[in-house]
């Protein structure tokens, strides 16, 4: 598949708003995939954690958008704890997310999960689900 890049891409307002919401640098990234190795859902994820990094160093924050990692992140930080370089997917991600959601956008309609699931689930899920869900 032939990809398109363009500096207006790369340099562009919503990639400089995320590195600054999230405070992260992009360019530190270099690619050496030890986040993707220890996060534990990157089996799950559409793009996994340094393939994210790759993809918003490139501009293509659209794809990341509509992929289900920022869904399925778990906020572990495992993937800041194994970077070299002292980056944070995990902030990144976040800060997809709270772009989705001061769009006035929601990942879930969240007053339809049943209460009898919400009474089983670990406080985990809870506490992941409030910091995910939740502005
Ligand atoms: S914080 Fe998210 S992206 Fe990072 S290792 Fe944990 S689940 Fe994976
Ligand atoms: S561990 Fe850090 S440097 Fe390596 S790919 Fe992930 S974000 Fe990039």
Known sequence: MKIKLASEDINSVRIRHLERISGEDLKKCY???NCSGGCPVSFEMDIAPSQVMRFLQLGRI????KA???RLCVGCLQCYSRCPKG???AAILEGLRQTTLRKGEDFE???EIPIPFLQKAP?????CGFRKFVS
Do not use: L
Not at 62 to 65: G, R, S
């Open 123 to 127: 406080q985990q899920a809870i506490v």
């Open 62 to 65: 659209e794809e990341v958008m």
């Open 68 to 70: 289900n990692s920022m």
């Open 31 to 33: 690619q050496c995939g």
């Open 109 to 111: 309609k969240i007053k």
């Open 87 to 89: 980056c944070s997917v």
